[in-house]
Every structure is written in structure tokens, then in C-alpha cells.
């Protein structure tokens, strides 16, 4: 799966998860009762607001970065934490940009954040806290082990969702094939694997926080998603309006940027897919066939489409000779034999699945 969040403060919380070095080193700060200010980055828009301080440039140890945070400044590493390029620094952000914080090292590091898109984390001494700034965005560390139970909590909702997703694609297969579906059969599909794909997204953003901590919880999402994104895509696929002149992949990502609210709006789904918004949820649609004809083994997505192309809907696919499917270029008889049997099976096994 392919997270959808590419926001900077993944990058940063990955870099601190559980395992890593720099993880280690602010634990041992905490540990001690202290607190810190680290800059990740020494780039020259770093150098420009630092103050005082000493120029180090030493390799980065867990042990070493404690050491320096008994000083009162600043510490500034390498952006990828491999070296300590200063310490004791005093910051001289711009004072112009705003902040929400009140206390002076947590007021500092987001406005360090804000005016240079770098990522800082302070690490509070009478709170024991670490938070980490990283353009706009704030983020508090939790303990491990209730970051653990989020991410199991949330493992169990997704499995019921995928349990439902999976019983709506299974009856949207049955009417497709009996030449039943509605516009609603559609949108209930769309909103449950959009809401899959949501809870995945957050699931995605404990594991990064988790670190070596949540290779487990990544199995687990691994396995739920499976096939989803793909099942989003088909359906997408046999019911958008192709002829509105948009792509495929721009339906998609309308679709990624809905609000939780605005997916559970109908009109919402219609308009990314460019079907009338007056459109009656109880009219009938026509899959072109893509996800069913998909099922069947060792279809290249080439031939998948000029099958379609040729015939225009599902339904006119499955009443195809199997002289109308070799007469599609790429096919072949071998293949059009595969095809007109492949589709027979599965309208019997929906059938089947349906009424038994």
C-alpha cells in the first residue's frame, strides 16, 4: 500500500520512532530529567538564525547528544542525524511569525519550523514530553505502548470494514452479472473502500510512529488491504463517465480528497465519477466490465481493454460468442474460449454465493 499522507511530519516522526539513533538519544535525555532543543538540519537557512554556540561537527552517538543537552542551547544536526554539526545555540527565529506556544524553547522550535521548513523536536524536562514541529504541523510523542493499542483498536475496525467492503463487492459481482445494479450499489462500494482506505491511512501513520515496534501491525495491515485498492480502482473504472474527457487517475484522487462528510454525501461520489448530480440513486447503471473481466487468470490489461472498447458494457461481454471474442485483436480462440468459460464460472459461483 501506498500511504496517502506525504506530509513532513512523517519524515520526521520516522526518523525518532523506536530503533532509531536519534530515538535512543532523546530517551536518555529524557531519562536524565532534562530537556532539549534539536534542529534537524545545517543548511545555511539554519546557520542564518543561529547565535553563539560552538561549531562541533562530530559524528552522531545517542551518548553524545545527551552530554550536550545539559547546556541550555540549541543543538543543530545533519538533516539525515548522522553527524552533530553544533551545540549550545541560541535561535533568533523570526519573531513575526506566529505561534501557539507559550513556553520559550516550544515557542522557538515552532517558529524555526514555520520560517524554514525544518523539522524540531523539543523535549520537555518538567513535562517529559517530546514533540516534534515540522512545517506547520505539531506533533506529541506517546508512549509506546498506548501508540500499540491505538493502532490495535484501529486494526479491528478496519477488519470490520473490509468484512463489510467485501460483502458489498460480492453483491455488486451478483447484480452486475444478473443486470440489476443501481447507482446506490455503486456509491456503497466507492464510500466503503474509501473508508478502508482511510482507517489503512491512519493504521499507516501509528506504524511510522512505532517504528521496529509496529512490524507487526504492518503485517496485519498488509494482509486486510489486500486487494482493495485495486477493486477501488476497477469500479471507478466500469462506471465513470468517460465520455466528460477526464482521466481515470484524476477521479481517483478526487475521490482520496473528499472529506469524511463530503463522502458520505452521494452527490459527492456523482461528481467525481461525472455523472449527472440529478441522477437517481435507485437508477439503473451498466458496468463496462472491466473488474469481472479482470478475474480472469492471465488476461493481459490490453486485451482487458479492447474488449471493452469493442463491446461497450458487461453485459453485451457475456452474450459474445466466442467467434465475437476472437474477432478482438489480441484475443485469439484459445482466449476467447478462456474468457467466455471464465465468465460462466463466475456468474454461477455469484449466483450461487447469492442465493445459497
Known amino acids: 500500500m501506498a500511504p496517502r499522507r506525504t506530509s513532513p511530519i512523517y519524515d520526521a516522526l520516522a526518523r525518532i520512532a523506536p530503533g532509531q539513533p536519534l530515538r535512543e ?27 553563539g554556540g560552538f561549531l562541533l561537527d562530530a559524528a552522531y552517538s545517542p551518548q553524545r547528544l545527551s552530554e550536550l543537552a545539559k547546556m541550555d542551547g540549541a543543538t543543530i544536526l545533519a538533516a539525515d542525524a ?20 507559550t513556553g520559550t524553547r516550544h515557542r522557538t522550535a515552532e517558529r524555526v519550523a514555520r520560517s524554514i521548513n525544518v523539522p524540531v523536536i523539543t523535549v520537555s524536562q518538567r513535562l517529559s514530553v517530546i514533540t516534534v514541529y515540522a512545517g506547520d504541523e505539531k506533533h506529541e510523542i506517546e508512549p509506546t505502548i498506548r501508540v500499540v493499542n491505538r493502532a490495535n483498536q484501529a486494526l479491528q475496525t478496519l477488519e470490520r470494514y473490509r468484512n463489510r467492503l467485501d460483502t458489498d463487492v460480492a453483491s455488486l459481482s451478483t447484480l452486475e452479472i444478473e443486470d440489476f445494479v443501481t447507482v446506490r450499489d455503486v456509491v456503497d462500494v466507492l464510500q466503503r473502500a474509501e473508508g478502508v482506505e482511510r482507517i489503512a491511512e491512519e493504521i499507516e501513520g501509528y506504524i511510522v510512529e512505532l517504528g521496529v515496534e509496529g512490524r507487526l501491525v504492518r503485517l496485519q495491515l498488509v494482509e486486510l488491504l489486500g486487494g482493495v485498492e485495486l477493486d477501488r480502482r476497477l469500479v471507478v473504472e466500469d462506471y465513470r463517465n468517460d465520455e466528460a474527457g477526464v482521466e481515470l487517475d484524476q477521479v481517483l484522487d478526487e475521490l482520496n480528497a473528499l472529506s469524511t462528510e463530503a463522502l458520505l454525501d452521494a452527490t459527492n461520489i456523482l461528481q467525481a465519477l461525472r455523472l449527472p448530480s440529478d441522477t437517481e440513486l435507485d437508477a439503473p447503471i451498466a458496468p463496462r466490465g472491466y473488474r469481472l473481466i479482470s478475474r480472469i487468470p492471465r488476461l493481459p490489461d490490453g486485451v482487458i481493454e479492447r474488449i471493452v472498447a469493442r463491446f461497450g458494457t458487461l453485459q453485451k461481454v457475456m452474450r459474445a460468442t466466442i467467434a465475437d471474442l476472437d474477432d478482438v485483436e489480441g484475443v485469439g480462440e484459445t482466449r476467447a474460449v478462456a474468457i467466455k468459460e471464465g465468465l460462466s464460472r463466475l456468474a454461477e459461483s455469484s449466483i450461487l454465493d447469492r442465493y445459497s
Do not use: F, K, W, Y
Open 25 to 51: 538519544g532523546i530517551d536518555r535525555i529524557l531519562q536524565a530529567g532534562m530537556g532539549g532543543l534539536i534542529v534537524m538540519g545545517d543548511g545555511p537557512e539554519v546557520l542564518n538564525i543561529c547565535s
Open 82 to 101: 548522522s553527524r552533530i554539526a553544533r551545540a549550545n545555540v541560541h535561535l533568533v527565529p523570526n519573531p513575526t511569525v506566529p505561534t501557539s506556544e
